[in-house]
């Protein structure tokens, strides 16, 4: 079993900046891919960033590309996701998930099988 812990969400001002934290905990010694996605009220959950084990492939929304970046640090079981220049689109709970069966990143949900319990964040105009 992993578990996985999503911090850093808050309410932020348009143009502004955060970063959220994942750690992982648990039997992270099969941690592969790790993937950042996000769901607004009444829409679907998407795809927002991922990152491969070895070497640490990084993929991005279009949506967000140039604007955020995923880092891992893998000796602390933790994942990252800086967001600069936040819109108000960026509005979400954001979710962390690990896939422990292989490391290939994928935008597809279903292609993790442990997520987080999510963090909000909430960006005025």
């Known amino acids: 079993q992993v578990q996985l812990v999503e911090s850093g969400g808050e309410l932020v001002q348009a143009g502004g900046s955060l970063r959220l934290s994942c750690a992982a905990s648990?039997?992270?010694?099969?941690?592969?891919?790790m993937g950042w996605f996000r769901q607004a009220p009444g829409k679907e959950r998407e795809f927002v960033a991922g990152?491969?084990?070895?070497?640490?492939?990084?993929y991005y929304a279009d949506s967000v590309k140039g604007r955020f970046t995923i880092s891992r640090d893998n000796a602390k079981n933790t994942v990252y996701l800086q967001m600069n220049s936040l819109k108000p689109d960026d509005t979400a709970v954001y979710y962390c998930?690990?896939?422990?069966?292989?490391?290939?990143?994928?935008?597809?949900?279903?292609?993790?099988?442990?997520w987080g319990q999510g963090t909000q964040v909430t960006v005025s105009s």
């Open positions: 990152i491969s084990w070895n070497p640490g492939r990084t």
């Open positions: 998930a690990a896939d422990t069966v292989a490391d290939t990143v994928t935008s597809l949900a279903g292609g993790y099988n442990y």
């Open positions: 648990g039997r992270t010694f099969r941690l592969y891919a």
